[in-house]
């Protein structure tokens, strides 16, 4: 099917908005990824979800980030207060069982900037 | 800080050249080391992998060399194409994905 999709593509929020990033992984992939890359860097672990379970958040940079899974498919990934340390493309990727067994798949990005 | 180490940064090859890009880690823990590919606008895509118990693996121009004891891996691609132009990062895995900070690749035609 479909691979992993990701909206919106390319996010411009104002410095102090809050801002939410959608990630749709592929159907019946248990584990999901959300990643930061910076312009010229390779992506940065942000956080891990297996199902609806949260089990590593520790990549997240401040708590002003935060991410959720509620339904163990659709994940968001919500940044609020925007600062312009911020700007970068988030990845979501998506594998098919936990524990790091199976390939991560990567969605396209959502490229945010803020001014 | 960063837990796998890539160069070089950037580098240019001849169409039909050979590419050879080099990495290092220090966790032992890492079970799983693979290589992607990344164009301008795309997510990365997964080119090759390799399990630290395999010295090498080879798949189509790709070949992955790993060497275990020196905590260190290498990708060469053969005969590189103008469509190999990219940026490719190297990762190792626990569970979650550490990646090298990426070497863009430019093949003259």
Known sequence: ?115 | QQQVKQSPQSLIVQKGGISIINCAYENTAFDYFPWYQQFPGKGPALLIAIRPDVSEKKEGRFTISFNKSAKQFSLHIMDSQPGDSATYFCAARDYKLSFGAGTTVTVRA
Do not use: M
Request: neutral net charge; hydrophobic residues 30%.
């Open chain 1, 1 to 115: 099917g479909a691979g992993v999709s990701q909206s919106p593509r390319y996010k411009v929020a104002k410095r102090g908005q809050d801002v939410a990033l959608r990630c749709d992984p592929i159907s019946g992939h248990v584990s999901l990824f959300w990643y930061q890359q910076a312009l010229g860097q390779g992506p940065e672990f942000l956080t891990y979800f297996q199902n609806e379970a949260q089990l590593d958040k520790s990549g997240l940079p401040s708590d002003r980030f935060f991410a959720e899974r509620p339904e163990g498919s659709v994940s968001t990934l919500k940044i609020q207060r925007t600062q312009q340390e911020d700007s970068a493309v988030y990845l979501c990727a998506s594998s098919l069982e936990g524990g790091g067994a199976y390939e991560q798949y990567f969605g396209p990005g959502t490229r945010l900037t803020v001014t």
